[in-house]
């Protein structure tokens, strides 16, 4: 069993940062890929950022250049720095990770069997 918890989630103003973590535990292994989606009310839930198992990493287009995912594989933990940040990027933020997602599959959320819980970011304008 693997669990996942996120943290560091809040609310900020517009073209502000925050980073979330992502703590991994359980029978996880640095081959899993891992992920960061989002859901906002009433949308989709959608990948933001991932790592695949051969550490390549993936972003969703409307972060590119904004937002850094980032791994501790000492710590198990999973990091996405979110800079300049816009009132659309609110959303509840889960992290993912599975052993078996294709390497051009990382944001897509079908294929992740491990969620955590999600921590809210709220961007304000």
């Known amino acids: 069993q693997v669990q996942l918890v996120e943290s560091g989630g809040g609310s900020v103003q517009a073209r502000g940062s925050l980073r979330l973590s992502c703590t991994v535990s359980g029978d996880f292994s640095t081959h899993y890929s891992t992920a960061w989606l989002r859901q906002a009310p009433g949308k989709q839930r959608e990948g933001v950022a991932g790592i695949n198992r051969y550490h390549t990493t993936t972003y969703g287009d409307s972060v590119k250049d904004r937002f850094i995912v980032s791994k501790d594989n000492a710590k198990n933990i999973m990091y996405l720095q979110m800079n300049f940040l816009k009132p659309e990027d609110t959303a509840m933020y889960y992290c993912?990770?599975?052993?078996?997602?294709?390497?051009?599959?990382?944001?897509?959320?079908?294929?992740?069997?491990?969620w955590g819980q999600g921590t809210q970011v709220t961007v304000n304008s």
């Open positions: 993912a990770a599975d052993p078996w997602v294709a390497e051009n599959s990382v944001l897509l959320p079908g294929p992740y069997k491990h």
